[in-house]
T-cell receptor, first 114, second 110 residues
Framework: DSGVTQTPKHLITATGQRVTLRCSPR?????VYWYQQSLDQGLQFLIQ???????AKGNILERFSAQQFPDLHSELNLSSLELGDSALYFC?????????????FGSGTRLTVV | LAKTTQPISMDSYEGQEVNITCSHN???????ITWYQQFPSQGPRFIIQ???TKVTNEVASLFIPADRKSSTLSLPRVSLSDTAVYYC???????????FGTGTRLLVSP
C-alpha cells in the first residue's frame, strides 16, 4: 500500500456519460497530480493541484476537470466520455518541499468506455 | 525540462546485473535525476534519486558522472520480478510535474 488511495479501481461506463475518479493523497502530502495512461502509451500528465489550488496543467481535455478539496483529496471529472478515454488514470502525491524522495503513485483507476 | 533518452528495451537473465543508461544532455543545474519502476497495470514506484556521483539504496545504485549528461541505473542480481518498465526523469527540488518518456522495458528471463 503506497498510501495514495484511488477509487474506484475499475469503472465501466457508456459513451457520453460522466464519471468522477477520486484520490486521497498520502498523509502530509499537499500536492496531487493526475496522469492518464492509455494502452501502449506512456504516462500523460493531466493536471496538478497544490493545497487546493491548480498549479500546472498538461494536455487535459476541456471535457475533463479536477479539483482538490480542503481535506486535500482530489477528484477528476470526465464528461461526454468517448471510447478513446478508456485508460488507466493515476494519481500521485508529494510533499511540499525540502528533501524529496519522489512522488508516490496510487494503484490507479481503470476506466473502460463502451 | 531536460529531454531524456533511454533504450526502448533490454533483456537479461536472472542473477545478472543490469545497467540502464539514460542520457540527459541539457539537464538543468538544479535538476536531480530520478528513476521510477512500473509494473503492468500499476502506478510507477520511485526507485532512486541522485544529483552527482553515486547513490545506493536497498534496491539499486545510481551513477551520475561529473558532467551529469547521463546517468546509469544499476540493478544487482535481477530476478523475474524485476521485469518492468523503468523511467528516468529529471526533477528539480521544487514542485513540478513529472514528465515520463517511453521508458526502458526490461525483460528478465529464467
Amino acid at each position: 500500500d503506497s498510501g495514495v488511495t484511488q477509487t474506484p479501481k475499475h469503472l465501466i461506463t457508456a459513451t457520453g456519460q460522466r464519471v468522477t475518479l477520486r484520490c486521497s493523497p498520502r498523509s502530509g502530502d499537499l500536492s496531487v497530480y493526475w496522469y492518464q495512461q492509455s494502452l501502449d502509451q506512456g504516462l500523460q500528465f493531466l493536471i496538478q493541484y497544490y493545497n487546493g489550488e491548480e498549479r500546472a496543467k498538461g494536455n487535459i481535455l476541456e471535457r475533463f476537470s479536477a479539483q482538490q478539496f480542503p481535506d486535500l483529496h482530489s477528484e477528476l471529472n470526465l464528461s461526454s466520455l468517448e471510447l478513446g478515454d478508456s485508460a488507466l488514470y493515476f494519481c500521485a502525491s508529494s510533499v511540499e518541499a525540502g528533501p524529496d524522495y519522489g512522488y508516490t503513485f496510487g494503484s490507479g483507476t481503470r476506466l473502460t468506455v463502451v | 525540462l531536460a529531454k531524456t533518452t533511454q533504450p526502448i528495451s533490454m533483456d537479461s537473465y536472472e542473477g545478472q546485473e543490469v545497467n540502464i543508461t539514460c542520457s540527459h544532455n541539457n539537464i538543468a543545474t538544479n535538476d536531480y535525476i530520478t528513476w521510477y519502476q512500473q509494473f503492468p497495470s500499476q502506478g510507477p514506484r520511485f526507485i532512486i534519486q541522485g544529483y552527482k556521483t553515486k547513490v545506493t539504496n536497498e534496491v539499486a545504485s545510481l551513477f551520475i558522472p561529473a558532467d551529469r549528461k547521463s546517468s546509469t541505473l544499476s540493478l544487482p542480481r535481477v530476478s523475474l520480478s524485476d521485469t518492468a518498465v523503468y523511467y528516468c526523469l529529471p526533477k528539480n527540488t521544487g514542485f513540478q510535474k513529472l514528465v515520463f518518456g517511453t521508458g526502458t522495458r526490461l525483460l528478465v528471463s529464467p
